[in-house]
C-alpha cells in the first residue's frame, strides 16, 4: 500500500509566524503535490514537484514556498502564516506513469489565528 | 482556467438504490478521469479511474466516460448509507497534478 505520512495532523499557530508542514512518502514516487481545500472552494493546487529540487507552481501558490532535497520528502511552508491560510493541506504522489493515480496523506488541519 | 463541474447537491437516495453522480470538464485535450469518495474529515480515496470512452465496472461502481460531450459519470448501485461521503471528480492536468471539481455530496437514507 502507498503510504503517504503528514507528521503534523492538527496545528495552531499564530499570524506572521513560519510555519512547517512535512510530507514523507515510502513508494519511491516521483511527484509529489501539496494542495489545500476549504469549503465551497474544493481542492487546490499549491505546488507540486516532479523531482527533487524541482518544483513547479500550482494555482495559488501565493505565500507559499516548498522544499524538496530528497525524493521522499516534500515541505509545505508558510514564510509568515496568515489567517487565511487556515486550512487542511493535503499532500499527494503519484507515480507520474501514465493514469497518474494520486494518493493523498490524511491531512494537516492548520488553524491561524 | 482547466474546469471541472460537479453539481454540489446533496444527492438524497434511499437505500438499495442507483446514485448518479455527474461531472462535466472543459479541456477537451484531457486523458485520464477519476473518482474519489471522501468521508468528512478524512481525505479522498480513489475510487476508480477510467480512460476509455465507455463504461468501467469495479464492484457496485460503474464509471460511465463520453469525450466527445466532455462528462464522466459515477454510479453507484445498491447504495448504502456508508457510500454517503462527498464524491470528488479529478482530471489529469498536464500530465502531473489532478484538477478537481468541488465535489457531490451523496447523502443515502436508510
Known amino acids: 500500500d502507498v503510504k503517504v505520512t503528514q507528521s503534523s495532523r492538527y496545528l495552531v499557530k499564530r499570524t506572521g509566524e513560519k510555519v512547517f508542514l512535512e510530507c514523507v512518502q515510502d513508494m519511491d514516487h516521483e511527484n509529489m503535490f501539496w494542495y489545500r481545500q476549504d469549503p465551497g472552494l474544493g481542492l487546490r493546487l499549491i505546488y507540486f514537484?516532479?523531482?527533487?529540487?524541482?518544483?513547479e507552481k500550482g494555482d495559488i501558490p501565493e505565500g507559499y514556498s516548498v522544499s524538496r532535497e530528497k525524493k521522499e520528502r516534500f515541505s509545505l511552508i508558510l514564510e509568515s502564516a496568515s489567517t487565511n491560510q487556515t486550512s487542511m493541506y493535503l499532500c499527494?504522489?503519484?507515480?507520474?506513469?501514465?493514469?497518474?493515480?494520486?494518493?493523498f496523506g490524511e491531512g494537516s488541519w492548520l488553524t491561524v489565528v | 482556467q482547466k474546469e471541472v463541474e460537479q453539481n454540489s447537491g446533496p444527492l438524497s437516495v434511499p437505500e438499495g438504490a442507483i446514485a448518479s453522480l455527474n461531472c462535466t470538464y472543459s479541456d477537451r485535450g484531457s486523458q485520464s478521469f477519476f473518482w474519489y469518495r471522501q468521508y468528512s474529515g478524512k481525505s479522498p480515496e480513489l475510487i476508480m479511474f477510467?480512460?476509455?470512452?465507455g463504461d468501467k465496472e469495479d464492484g457496485r461502481f460503474t464509471a460511465q466516460l463520453n469525450k466527445a460531450s466532455q462528462y464522466v459519470s459515477l454510479l453507484i448501485r445498491d447504495s448504502q448509507p456508508s457510500d454517503s461521503a462527498t464524491y470528488l471528480c479529478?482530471?489529469?492536468?498536464?500530465?502531473?497534478?489532478?484538477?478537481f471539481g468541488k465535489g457531490t455530496s451523496l447523502l443515502v437514507t436508510p
Open positions: 514537484s516532479y523531482d527533487v529540487k524541482m518544483k
Open positions: 499527494a504522489t503519484s507515480t507520474g506513469l501514465p493514469g497518474n493515480t494520486i494518493y
Open positions: 479529478a482530471v489529469e492536468n498536464s500530465g502531473y497534478a489532478l484538477n
Open positions: 477510467i480512460y476509455s470512452n
